[in-house]
């Protein structure tokens, strides 16, 4: 049965940082992408970054150039580093993997 964990959410102030990271088990974590979303109570879940299983990465357009996604394969976990926080980064974390969803981490984010 696939799981998958996220951990590393939590309070900052805006311009600070956090290291976001997802841990599967079970199936060939590898072999397939890898995405990070996030949502806000009451919207839409959002794409954030996603991560191919050749390492490509990509971005939607408010985080570009301050979050980069990567992973490591042996340890079965995908990371988000999110620099230069803003309050509208404020939102629960989510990882998606093989159709599965992890619990999601709340990140908070004050001015």
């Known amino acids: 049965q696939v799981q998958l964990a996220e951990s590393g959410g939590g309070l900052v102030r805006a311009g600070g940082s956090l290291r976001l990271s997802c841990t599967v088990s079970?199936?060939?974590?590898?072999?397939?992408p890898v995405w990070w979303y996030r949502q806000v109570p009451g919207k839409q879940r959002e794409l954030v970054a996603?991560?191919?299983?050749?390492?490509?990465?990509n971005y939607a357009d408010s985080v570009k150039g301050r979050f980069t996604i990567s992973r490591d394969v042996a340890w079965k976990t995908v990371y988000l580093r999110m620099d230069s926080l803003k309050p509208g980064d404020t939102a629960v974390y989510y990882c998606?993997?093989?159709?599965?969803w992890g619990q999601g981490t709340q990140v908070t984010v004050s001015s």
């Open positions: 998606h993997w093989t159709g599965n």
């Open positions: 996603s991560i191919t299983r050749g390492g490509d990465t």
């Open positions: 079970g199936g060939d974590f590898g072999a397939y």
